[in-house]
């Protein structure tokens, strides 16, 4: 009965410090993803403040040379497409990332509400960290509802009659 007893508590100190252990990697994790985030806005930041002195700069020099040879400044609409996907196929990375990482964070939390739904204490740190990831699930679906309504009553103003809109 002793072994038994002692092999119980060494599998559940095995399982805790590896839940403790993925915990530690996961919040590594989330701090060097904000880290990332930060340092991606600064440098989007840097770069549009270049690209609008830049813009400035030739607006300039186009009107000192308007002013002599009276030529029309015809804007470049490649330009601003290009500019386009180049920031949507940024922002769909960052997204890529966050929603990542909010699975890594809904798995661990998945496996805290297990624990807590089985009677086992969690302590304060796992408690904040279930916390969080709740409050995050529900601004996703806050947001998430928020985008596709307008999606939504388009539609039913599309299929007119269709009794979509609730009264």
């Known amino acids: 009965m002793q072994g038994d007893a002692d092999g119980q508590t060494t599998t559940s100190m095995g399982i805790g410090e590896s839940e403790s252990n ?7 994790l989330r701090n060097e993803l904000m880290e990332l985030e930060k340092r991606v806005q600064k440098s989007t930041d840097q770069y549009e403040n270049e690209e609008d002195i830049k813009v400035t700069d030739d607006d300039a020099n186009y009107h000192d040379e ?11 609409n490649e330009n601003i497409i290009r500019k386009s996907i180049a920031k949507l196929k940024k922002k769909s990375k960052d997204v890529l990332q966050g929603t990542q990482l909010l699975a890594i964070d809904v798995a661990a939390s998945m496996g805290l509400l297990k624990r807590l739904l089985i009677g086992d204490e969690l302590t304060e740190k796992e408690r904040k960290i279930l916390r969080r990831t709740m409050m995050d699930l529900a601004s996703v679906v806050r947001i998430g509802v928020l985008m596709l309504l307008p999606v939504y009553i388009q539609t039913c103003l599309t299929i007119a009659g269709s009794g979509c809109l609730v009264s």
């Open 66 to 76: 308007a002013a002599s040879s009276q030529l029309i400044h015809v804007p470049r």
């Open 22 to 28: 993925e915990i530690r990697r996961f919040e590594l």
